[in-house]
């Protein structure tokens, strides 16, 4: 049997609006006008991802509640189950969702949230997105830890299967994961959740974001949008433009950075310490990718996991391959509050 994966990252970003333009044109001059995804279901029409701004006023919420509910969430759903599915056929898919440590360590909130992911996630789904019809029927729904992903992806192949040594599986393991708004922690020990090790809080990379917003604000005059300096941190050479020309923000880049990376230290070492106590330290999450400098200067022999943007939800896909052995299609989803990142493992026999 053979396992084929597919791969899909949106940004959390989400708008109401049209890309139409009637009849404005540029001509000649521009031939490839870049545009978000439009998704719609029912009487609903969003614009979801990249370029949203450009043609509506975004939402980005950062409130747990956005996890469970909300138009926003769906829609963004619907733009990712386009990316991972094929049109116009009945697809049927079973799902893991990472949610943040923090939510998973209040057992009642955490099922509150699991409750209302079920109520409109599970069953069938019929939407649009750029005009393409989809049908998807959502068998199975279940919740982890966003962190928790990061350890499968680890520890388990794409049939679902343990590919560490036993002795692997008996050491004290610890999981970072670093994303935009979330920083998780979860430590594990013979299959035993560590919970002195293990936590969560709101200081992920937004913080850098956040800092480079009044950054530009103060010199420039301009707001950014959350996910607009989010790509600015991530930006091989960031470039601002303005109305004082094309301009290299890169010294803002770095400060902001630098002390984002600060404070996720401060949040580690109060945590985990020096680290010497695990025989695994693994980084995960598009926020380690930023700074994985730093955090390897801070513990030297800890390991950013290999595509870190990816590792929670294709880990969650590979446990969902595990849970779920009978599904023809699986689903990781990361909701993560920078970016929806999805790993789809189908079975072709």
């Known amino acids: 049997m053979k396992i084929n994966k597919k791969f899909s990252h949106i940004p959390s970003v989400?708008?109401?609006?049209?890309?139409?333009?009637?009849?404005?044109?540029?001509?000649?001059?521009?031939?490839?006008?870049?545009?978000?995804?439009?998704?719609?279901?029912?009487?609903?029409q969003y614009l979801v991802g990249h370029h949203v701004e450009k043609f509506a006023q975004t939402i980005e919420r950062m409130d747990?509640?956005?996890?469970?509910?909300g138009d926003e969430m769906r829609a963004l759903f619907y733009a990712t189950l386009a990316a991972l599915l094929e049109t116009n056929k009945d697809n049927t898919v079973s799902i893991i969702v990472g949610l943040p440590v923090e939510l998973m360590l209040n057992k009642k909130e955490a099922q509150k949230v699991l409750r209302k992911l079920r109520s409109w996630m599970s069953g069938p789904h019929e939407f649009q997105t750029n005009g393409k019809s989809y049908?998807?029927?959502?068998?199975?729904?279940?919740?982890?830890?966003?962190?928790?992903?990061?350890?499968f992806s680890w520890l388990l192949n794409d049939e679902g299967k343990?590919?560490?040594?036993?002795?692997?599986?008996?050491?004290?393991?610890?999981?970072?994961?670093?994303?935009?708004?979330?920083?998780?922690?979860?430590?594990?020990?013979?299959g035993q959740i560590i919970g002195k090790h293990t936590g969560g809080n709101t200081a992920g990379i937004r913080r850098a974001a956040e800092q480079l917003i009044r950054d530009i604000k103060e010199k420039y005059g301009v707001t950014l949008s959350r996910h607009?300096?989010?790509?600015?941190?991530?930006?091989?050479?960031?470039?601002?433009?303005?109305?004082?020309?094309?301009?290299?923000?890169?010294?803002?880049?770095?400060?902001?950075?630098?002390?984002?990376?600060?404070?996720?230290?401060?949040?580690?070492?109060?945590?985990?310490?020096?680290g010497q106590q695990f025989r695994y330290m693994l980084f995960t999450?598009?926020?380690?990718?930023?700074?994985?400098?730093?955090?390897?200067?801070?513990?030297?022999?800890?390991?950013?996991?290999?595509?870190?943007?990816?590792a929670n939800a294709l880990g969650l896909a590979r446990y969902a391959r595990r849970a779920f052995p009978d599904a023809s299609h699986v689903i990781g989803l990361d909701p993560g509050f920078g970016g929806f990142k999805a790993v789809l493992l189908s079975n072709e026999k």
Request: charged share 20%.
């Open 14 to 44: 989400v708008g109401v609006g049209t890309t139409e333009g009637g009849l404005l044109s540029t001509g000649t001059l521009t031939k490839n006008t870049k545009k978000p995804l439009a998704v719609s279901w029912k009487t609903f």
């Open 64 to 69: 747990f509640g956005r996890l469970s509910n």
């Open 135 to 151: 049908r998807v029927t959502v068998q199975d729904v279940n919740i982890f830890g966003q962190p928790t992903g990061g350890y």
């Open 162 to 190: 343990a590919i560490r040594p036993a002795s692997d599986l008996r050491a004290l393991v610890t999981v970072c994961d670093i994303g935009f708004n979330t920083l998780d922690v979860f430590s594990v020990q013979s």
């Open 228 to 274: 607009q300096a989010d790509e600015y941190l991530r930006a091989k050479k960031p470039i601002f433009s303005c109305a004082q020309g094309d301009m290299d923000i890169s010294p803002f880049v770095d400060q902001a950075l630098s002390v984002a990376s600060a404070s996720i230290g401060d949040f580690l070492e109060t945590l985990l310490g020096n």
């Open 285 to 310: 999450g598009g926020g380690s990718a930023l700074i994985k400098k730093e955090l390897l200067q801070r513990y030297p022999l800890a390991q950013v996991l290999p595509d870190p943007v990816f």
